[in-house]
């Protein structure tokens, strides 16, 4: 009985792998090309190489099942083997512009632009072609910052195309930057003449005014950029310059502020902010404030600034803001201020607790003291460390316990044995921050 139940299932399992070659047979090459096709248009590409593999299994001089291989490997990223499959494609069939096209824009995505050109000439023997892949061109010189090249290119496409826009304000650009501002100025003048609502376009012609001394006119391409994109911190920064040239330090300030409440690590922002700050050498303070992180702090004047770091962390004690000042001498760091923030969903004690275990697995640092005490109605832990036993007081953390779960760390010290120094600026640090 078992033998004849093992046979019959051993007759079945051939008849099903028999079935199975039966069905192989009847997807012929045209059915793996439409179903090539349609994954591909629904953006599967992965499996549309598959499909276009089972053809080009079965007739491997297909130029269009390479070129279509070609194009799925280019938008998965895979632009190595992208080449050689329009390379293998062209060599079937040279006269397929799709290949010889999408070959130039894989070229340019690796940042060989030069071989693009080579292959955008050779369309142009031949072919009519349009102004984008010149476009395209152009911005892969651009990327590389090499400005002559890529107004060449957007010279070349404007000659195909003399409508096409894109390219007009992308030559206006590579005219900035290589400091023709004149000419630069004149090319957004006629693009903004089609696109008056274009952010870029107005964001960039107010700098160039500023360089060419017209700074009302600087002041309006500002703000007609601000009215149409009010979140940029770099038209915020720029709006700050011109405000600055016009002697207007009291408005350029709070442009360089609005700057970094949206962006708090835009560097430009900052040292153009402390330059107006600097300017009044009477103020021994300056207040270093932040909206979007909710906490204030007032540093010596003459600190270098490091600009913000922002980092999204996983781990329970790890600061997601991050901004150090130093005082040097003789390029010799002799003291600093780090200042943190962190969003913490524990317990305040807790997570001092987390930190006093992160300090006591730092070679030679000891805690010699805390003390829990109330500073600016904030709950604070003030720890102080030193280096070793023989060095005294050389490290203060205060510990802030803001409103909203978060945690605000204000370290000061000095890497030197300068710490006697600095003992005042440090508590007056530490007593001005407000979370």
Request: charged letters at 30%.
């Amino acid at each position: 009985m078992q033998k004849s139940v093992f046979a019959s299932f051993t007759i079945i399992g051939i008849i099903a792998f028999s079935c199975c070659l039966q069905q192989e047979e009847i997807h012929s090459k045209e059915y793996w090309d439409e179903l090539g096709y349609n994954l591909s248009h629904t953006g599967k590409y992965k499996e549309a190489i598959e499909a276009y593999d089972k053809v080009l299994e079965v007739d491997p001089n297909n130029a269009k099942e390479w070129y279509n291989k070609g194009y799925c490997l280019s938008k998965l990223g895979r632009y190595d083997e992208a080449l050689k499959a329009y390379d293998k494609a062209l060599e079937l069939d040279p006269t397929n512009i799709k290949a010889w096209y999408n070959k130039g824009v894989t070229l340019l995505e690796i940042g060989k632009c030069e071989e693009a050109i080579e292959i955008s000439d050779k369309l142009e023997e031949t072919y009519s072609v349009g102004s984008e892949l010149w476009n395209d061109i152009g911005a892969c010189f651009g990327e590389q910052n090499k400005d002559e090249e890529a107004l060449k290119a957007f010279n070349r496409a404007l000659e195909l195309n003399p409508e096409d826009f894109k390219a007009l304000r992308s030559k206006a650009l590579s005219l900035q930057k290589l400091g023709r501002y004149e000419e630069a100025l004149r090319a957004y003048e006629i693009f903004l003449e089609e696109n008056p609502r274009d952010f870029v376009a107005w964001n960039n012609k107010c700098p160039i005014l500023l360089m060419l001394g017209e700074n009302e006119e600087a002041l309006n391409a500002c703000n007609k950029a601000l009215e149409i994109n009010s979140s940029n911190p770099d038209a915020w920064n720029n709006k700050g310059l011109v405000l600055f040239a016009l002697g207007r330090y009291d408005e350029a300030l709070e442009a360089y502020n609005k700057a970094l409440e949206i962006n708090p690590a835009h560097e430009d922002a900052w040292n153009n902010r402390n330059y107006i700050l600097e300017l009044n050498s009477s103020t021994r303070w300056i207040l270093y404030n932040n909206s979007k992180y909710s906490f204030s702090a007032e540093i010596p004047r003459g600190w270098k600034m490091a600009a913000p770091k922002l980092e999204e962390i996983e781990t329970v004690i790890k600061p997601n803001f991050v901004i150090t000042f130093t005082r040097e001498l003789n390029e010799t760091i002799e003291a600093m201020i780090t200042i943190g923030k962190t969003r913490s969903d524990i317990d305040f004690d807790e997570f001092v607790r987390y930190m006093d275990y992160d300090r006591s697995r730092v070679d030679n640092l000891m805690i010699i003291g805390r003390d829990k005490v109330e500073i600016n109605g904030d709950n604070v832990w003030l720890i102080k460390m030193k280096i070793s036993e023989k060095e005294g007081l050389r490290l203060i953390e205060a510990i802030f316990e803001c409103k909203n779960k978060d945690v605000l760390t204000v370290t000061v010290g000095s890497p030197s044995s300068k710490y006697s120094r600095y003992n005042e600026t440090f508590y007056h640090i530490i007593r001005s921050v407000r979370c």
